[in-house]
């Protein structure tokens, strides 16, 4: 993708002060080309917003998708987070895990609706996350369904914990969900042990097929790095928006 039409991006940075996390968080906004604030767009919100921008490349990937592919142009939101207490934050076990999805929640969807032209319901807000984030990612439409109903995961960090979250719900019906994972991934470390994520990622499927969610699965040969996420993100991307 050298092509100067996907390069040239308009990226801004923002910085929003949390009451939860008692601190700023810097937001990364990606802006369509031909961006005109009287429109409104369809918006994707990143959890490790830094990686999505820098390893996944998905601005590059906006622009390739909306000028070549015809796809509704869309706004994105990276979200970044400090890799430090990124697990207290993402992992439903972790001391930072209310106070993060609340500041999503209620202080970042509310800041970036009243700043940019994004479209205010659930079937147009998309949360996108590897690992961790993915896993995060089905939690925040868990506890906050009114605003969250389509999900991308990319090998999705389901430990036991979150598997038990999900086999609570009652109706998942609404929630629309775009898995995938690395058939390599069958014995990943993490910082809180090793962990076969295809078996995981299948299990969580069930879970939540069962409760009557929409989940577009697969697994192909890939490992877990954006080397392969990245790779996948168009047709991610392409699942949950539209062409025009």
Same mark, same amino acid.
């Given at each position: ?24 968080r ?16 369809? *918006? ?36 970044e ?43 147009q ?12 990612? @089905? ?11 389509? *999900?991308?995961s ?10 038990? @979250? @999900? ?13 995938? *994972? ?50 996948e ?12």
């Amino acid at each position: 993708m050298t092509d100067s039409r996907y390069l040239k991006r308009t990226i801004l940075k923002e910085q929003i002060e949390s009451s939860h996390l008692g601190e700023s968080r810097t937001l990364r906004i990606y802006l369509p080309p031909g961006y005109n604030e009287v429109l409104s767009y369809p *918006v994707v919100y990143c959890q490790d917003g830094e990686e999505f921008f820098n390893f996944g490349r998905i601005a590059t990937y906006a622009n390739q998708l909306i000028l070549d592919e015809n796809i509704e142009p869309f706004i994105i939101v990276g979200v970044e987070v400090n890799t430090k207490i990124r697990t207290q934050e993402y992992a439903p076990f972790g001391d930072r895990f209310e106070k993060y999805t609340a500041c999503f929640a209620e202080e970042i969807i509310p800041y970036i609706e009243q700043k940019y032209p994004v479209r205010r319901t659930p079937d147009q807000r998309i949360l996108a996350g590897d690992s961790l984030g993915g896993s995060v990612s @089905i939690h925040l439409s868990l506890l906050y369904p009114e605003l969250f109903q389509q *999900v991308i995961s990319l090998s999705g960090a389901y430990y036991q914990q979150s598997q038990d @979250i @999900i086999a609570q719900a009652q109706n998942l019906t609404d929630l629309n969900v775009y898995m995938i *994972v690395g058939l390599q991934e069958t014995d990943f470390e993490s910082d809180t042990g090793i962990y076969d994520f295809v078996q995981l990622n299948r299990d969580t499927r069930d879970l939540l097929q069962a409760r009557g969610a929409t989940v577009q699965y697969s697994e192909k040969d890939g490992k877990h790095l954006w080397g392969f996420w990245q790779k996948e993100l168009p047709a991610a991307l392409k699942y949950f928006l539209p062409e025009i």
